[in-house]
C-alpha cells in the first residue's frame, strides 16, 4: 500500500491552537506517522513546500516510530476540534479549474472563503472572476480528488 498525500494538500496542519496544545510535535509527523503505521503501508508520499518541511519529515521518518497509544487515543479529539473549524477541505490540487469555461480559480477562491469563516480579512474584492460566474456544469466535481460539492460551496461566497 502507497499512501499519497497523508497531510491532506497540507490542511491537516491548519489546526485551531486548542489542538496544537495537544500535540508534542509537528501535525504533520502525526499525520504521516498515523499513515506509516498502519499495516500493510510501504510508503508514504508527503508533498513538501520548504527545507523545514523537509527536515520535519526526514527527522522523525529517519528512526520511524509508529504512534504510541497515548497518541493514537488523541485522534478523535483532533478530528473534533479539526472539523469544528467548518474550513472547506480543499488541498489546492487544481484538478477542478482545468476545463471551467468560466475559468474560476476555485481553490483560491476556497482559502477566501476559509479565510472568511475564520473571521479574517478577504482579498475576495480583488478576484476577476468571483464565485457567482459559476455556469453549475459540474466539470469540477467530477475532476476533484476530496469529492467536493464544488457548486454549493461556491454559492456560499
Known amino acids: ?3 499519497m498525500e497523508p497531510v491532506k494538500g497540507g490542511s491537516l496542519v491548519k489546526l485551531p491552537q486548542e489542538a496544537l496544545e495537544l500535540l508534542s510535535a509537528s501535525p504533520a ?16 508520499l508527503s508533498g513538501m513546500s520548504d527545507r523545514a518541511q523537509v527536515l520535519d519529515n526526514t ?20 478530528r473534533t476540534l479539526y472539523q469544528s473549524q467548518h474550513r472547506i477541505p480543499c488541498t489546492a490540487c487544481s484538478y477542478c479549474t ?5 475559468g474560476l480559480d476555485i481553490p483560491a477562491l476556497f482559502a477566501c472563503l476559509n479565510d472568511k469563516r475564520e473571521g479574517k480579512e478577504t482579498n475576495y474584492d480583488t478576484f476577476e472572476v468571483k464565485a457567482d460566474a459559476c455556469v453549475e456544469c459540474g466539470q ?18
Open 59 to 78: 527527522g522523525y521518518m529517519a528512526d520511524f516510530r509508529p504512534l504510541t497509544e497515548e497518541e493514537q487515543a488523541l485522534i478523535p479529539q483532533l
Open 29 to 44: 509527523s502525526y499525520a504521516i506517522r498515523y499513515c506509516a503505521s498502519l499495516p500493510g503501508v510501504e510508503v508514504v
Open 140 to 157: 469540477c466535481e467530477g475532476e476533484c480528488p476530496q469529492h467536493l460539492q464544488i457548486r454549493d460551496l461556491l454559492k456560499d461566497k
Open 1 to 3: 500500500i502507497i499512501v
Open 98 to 102: 482545468d476545463g471551467c469555461p468560466a
